[in-house]
């Protein structure tokens, strides 16, 4: 009899361990295979879980997840930008995660207050400017690019891309639509050229002495220089020095949150937190030129060589709550 339980028990152990090894996680993603593959090969390597994604636009992924609801095979979505996150959630297409590594890994301010999904890297929107014709001093704020003295002077990406969205609507949510309205207007008055389709041609306008300055985020300014070192263009950090205790720089995210069907939910969750993790963090955001949403962890030497700021503490789910009508308010200040 001993020796039956015994070969039972073996049996058990070594079922378990096959069941262990061979877990694992699906996710859906909107960010390319080369930023997120070797994040996913190293999580692999580490704990035997195997990640399986799948990569495409945030829009064809989300309405995949609609279309497929029960039946889906996605575990977690990633996407880039609080406001597709938002979307996501507020479309019902995340679950909440109560977890104590990632509220002590990410700052309450780059997570969904209903803890759906959870910021993975920091991307900052700022001012990029060309030095031979701007001092330093001339710049102070994103609202201050719409006063008369950047008439001719201003190049913006297209209002099209969810990024100046973001910015719009957070400013929507700090100083009101109808002064929000006002500075978006002066930004359209004082534009050099039509709003170009990205931000890499905006910063290559403002080199070519085009426009004098721009709104980038900065991973694209980071890539830029490495490609072409000695082009004429510097990072400015606005809205620093105002009194509101929030006030700083735009902020957003890329990030994740696990889908309301997972199958695979705790793997799914334990995936995110590693994500979230000191070891991870290393790799995460200096890959992309993104800035760590883990505190604890340094920016990559190129990233830190831009210097420090403030970031703008409000939370980024303001980002989605409000693009609609910054999106609306754009439109009506004929920013196209």
């Known amino acids: 009899m ?60 989300m309405a995949r997840l609609k279309a497929e609801g029960p039946n889906t095979p996605a575990d977690l ?15 019902g297409l995340l679950q909440p995660v109560d977890s104590k590594p990632l509220k002590a890994n990410i700052p309450a301010h780059l997570r969904d207050p209903g803890s759906e999904w959870f910021g993975l890297s920091i991307r900052a929107r700022t001012m990029v400017y060309n030095p031979n014709k701007v001092k330093p001093g001339e710049l102070t704020t994103y609202e201050d690019l719409a006063n008369p003295k950047w008439k001719g002077r201003l190049c913006l990406r297209t209002s099209k891309k969810v990024y100046n969205q973001s910015l719009v609507a957070m400013m929507i949510h700090e100083h009101g639509e109808q002064k929000t309205e006002e500075r978006v207007r002066g930004w359209v008055a004082n534009l050099a050229t039509d709003p170009l389709p990205d931000d890499t041609k905006a910063m290559e306008a403002v080199a070519a002495g085009l426009c004098d300055v721009t709104l980038v985020n900065t991973y694209y300014f980071g890539r830029l220089m490495e490609k072409k070192p000695n082009l004429p263009l510097a990072i400015f950090w606005p809205n620093q020095n105002l009194k509101n205790i929030n006030a700083g720089v735009h902020v957003n995210v890329s990030g994740a949150g696990v889908t309301k069907h997972a199958k695979h939910k705790q793997e799914a969750v334990r995936l995110l937190e590693w994500l979230s993790s000191e070891k ?14 883990n505190a604890k962890i340094k920016a990559d030497p190129t990233v830190a060589a831009w210097g420090p700021f403030k970031q703008n503490l409000i939370n980024v789910a303001e980002a989605g709550k409000l693009q609609t009508r910054a999106v609306m308010l754009m439109d009506r200040a004929g920013y196209k």
Do not use: C
């Open 77 to 91: 979505f990633m996407t880039v930008d609080a406001g597709n996150l938002w979307q996501a959630a507020e479309e």
């Open 2 to 61: 001993r020796l039956i339980h015994t070969t039972l028990a073996v049996l058990t152990l070594g079922l378990t361990a096959t069941i262990t090894f061979a877990a694992e996680v699906v996710v859906y993603s909107a960010r390319n295979e080369q930023l997120i593959k070797p994040l996913f090969d190293a999580y692999t390597k580490e704990t035997g879980v195997e990640v399986k994604f799948v990569t495409d636009k945030e829009g064809p992924l």
């Open 280 to 293: 991870a963090q290393n790799l995460y955001a200096d890959v992309n030129l993104e800035y760590p949403v």
